[in-house]
């Protein structure tokens, strides 16, 4: 039998299709990491879809390849974070707070309830340069050890690139390298930045990362985001 998976409504970043970082975090949990997935098609929600291993390994919904993942290095420069009480108090400034394109998104939606989505809203630091957002996953997301899956960890080193770099503009997540290094536990403080990494185009580069309350780097990531509109 082929190796199989499905992306659960839950974890959707527009409506109808996979949180991004989502996605790209269950081909890391079946393929290693540190890992580079491009995503060439919005990701089917709720209907087993297949991997097929490889260089590039593939997942496919029918002939449609749906992404493509190599390992990697990530080779990225990571800011100091700022402290919890500093992420909190950026948050209150979030820009989805006014203009959201994807509400009910599984890790910046403002419409997910308390619990359901990750609720990570970065607000943009006075000096512009970084966004930043506290968050604490909810035991639901947890395994019986109360470690959070590296799928959902990846998601939540997703959306605060886009905040970062390309909001207001709409943007689609095409291309993440990351690696989480230590792993997060729910009922836990956690700080996520974001930062731009420059514009090509339509190509909008970010980087991300994830630290403990004490600004222990847990993880991070280099994304490639592909404006829209």
């Known amino acids: 039998m082929p190796d ?40 089917p929600l709720d209907r087993a879809l297949t991997l097929a291993a490889g260089d590039p390994a593939r997942l496919l919904d029918g002939d449609t390849v749906i992404a493509e993942a190599r390992h990697a290095t990530l080779d990225l420069d990571v800011p100091h974070p700022p402290s919890l009480a500093q992420a909190q108090l950026w948050s209150q400034h979030y820009a989805g707070f006014e203009s959201h394109a994807f509400p009910g998104c599984f890790t910046c939606g403002p419409a997910r309830a308390a619990g359901d989505g990750l609720r990570i809203f970065p607000g943009r630091a006075p000096d512009g340069v970084l966004v930043a957002a506290s968050f604490v996953p909810d035991a639901s997301l947890a395994g019986v050890d109360g470690t959070i899956p590296l799928a959902v960890a990846w998601a939540a080193l997703d959306c605060s690139g886009y905040f970062a770099a390309a909001h207001p503009t709409q943007a689609l997540l095409g291309k993440m390298c990351a690696q989480l290094s230590l792993p997060l536990m729910a009922a836990t403080s956690y700080v996520v930045i974001g930062w731009s990494l420059g514009r090509e185009g339509r190509k909008v580069h970010a980087g991300t990362a994830v630290f403990d309350g004490h600004g222990l780097l847990h ?8 404006t829209i509109s």
């Open 4 to 43: 199989t998976l499905i992306v659960n409504r839950r974890f959707c970043g527009p409506p109808n299709s996979g949180n991004g970082g989502y996605v790209c975090g269950l081909l890391a949990e079946r393929f290693g990491q540190p890992l580079e997935v491009m995503l060439r098609q919005p990701p």
């Open 219 to 226: 993880g991070s990531a280099k994304q490639t985001w592909i």
